[in-house]
């Protein structure tokens, strides 16, 4: 087990960050793009839904880069030392529109650092609170759980297929409200590079198989749940007061992938799934 120094790193608890970016008629044109959407660019528009993780993204230097991809630790974030991180889910309450031509506003602040055991070791959570303003308006407030994990042993192609045989994990059900994504290496390389994301693991494929024995590129938890909250959003016709999501298995780029909704009381109930596969996150929208 890694040892943590639990108490150093709650002292990252109360750090705040302030970041700003102007929401331009290209950016939301490349986020539309993307998610094969369509719709009004023009000044003054309201901005798709979600667009603000492609915002006041951090932008450290490609030589302060580690070997993954990401930043290295530090700074905003408490440096926990274990190599793998995601973003392990969320919540967020919607208050108003960011508009194309405003400025949106994200000041973030670090709530809490716990360490926890789990099935393939010890887990460290980090969890940050956004309030996001475009405008000068409050539109959004979002609760981000992120969670730093030690790298699991790589096993032989034999031992790793008799192992996925042997769990065989139940396929998730197929809700009132289907599509089917296609998870293309274009699809994962541009949302990476709207979130000035650098994670290998989202766009290189030697490295995912070869450093991180994953089968494939995997598909980045917001993309999940931007597409979640976008097949939320197209059922109602309204964009929901409310939203939250959590991950539950991963997705790669191996297989195409169900995005599904049922009802659920006044709300949505929501997951992703590869066909045939279990859920990999879930979700609920309310309005």
């Known amino acids: 087990m890694t040892d943590l120094d639990i108490d150093h790193l709650r002292q990252w608890i109360g750090r705040e960050e302030q970041a700003g970016e102007a929401v331009t008629s290209a950016l939301v044109q490349r986020f539309n793009a993307t998610f094969d959407r369509e719709g009004d660019v023009s000044q003054g528009a309201p901005a798709p839904l979600m667009l603000h993780w492609c915002l006041a993204q951090p932008a450290a230097p490609t030589a302060q880069l580690g070997p993954d991809g990401h930043p290295a630790r530090g700074g905003f974030l408490p440096p926990v030392p274990l190599p793998r991180r995601m973003w392990a889910g969320g919540a967020l309450e919607f208050k108003g529109d960011i508009r194309v031509g405003e400025t949106m506003t994200r000041r973030s602040v670090i709530r809490d650092v716990t360490v926890k055991e ?86 290189d494929a030697p490295y995912v198989r070869e450093i991180e024995s994953y089968p494939g590129l995997i598909v980045h938890g917001p993309i999940q749940a931007t597409l979640l909250a976008h097949h939320a959003e197209a059922i109602r016709g309204s964009r929901p007061s409310g939203f939250g999501f959590r991950s539950l298995s991963p997705l790669f780029d191996t297989a195409d992938f169900a995005i599904d909704a049922a009802e659920d009381g006044d709300g949505l109930k929501l997951w992703t799934a590869r066909v045939g596969g279990p859920v990999a996150m879930e979700a609920q929208a309310r309005w």
Request: overall charge positive; proline content about 9%; glycine content about 8%.
């Open 118 to 203: 789990g099935r393939t070791g010890v887990l460290c959570f980090v969890t940050v609170d956004h309030e996001v303003t475009s405008g000068g308006r409050p539109v959004l407030d979002e609760r981000q759980d992120i969670v730093y994990r030690a790298a699991e042993p790589a096993k032989p192609a034999a031992a790793a297929q008799q192992e996925a045989g042997a769990k065989k994990p139940a396929a998730a059900p197929e809700g009132a409200h289907r599509r089917l994504v296609v998870p293309s290496p274009p699809l994962l390389f541009r949302y990476s590079a709207l979130t000035f994301n650098g994670h290998r693991i989202h766009y």
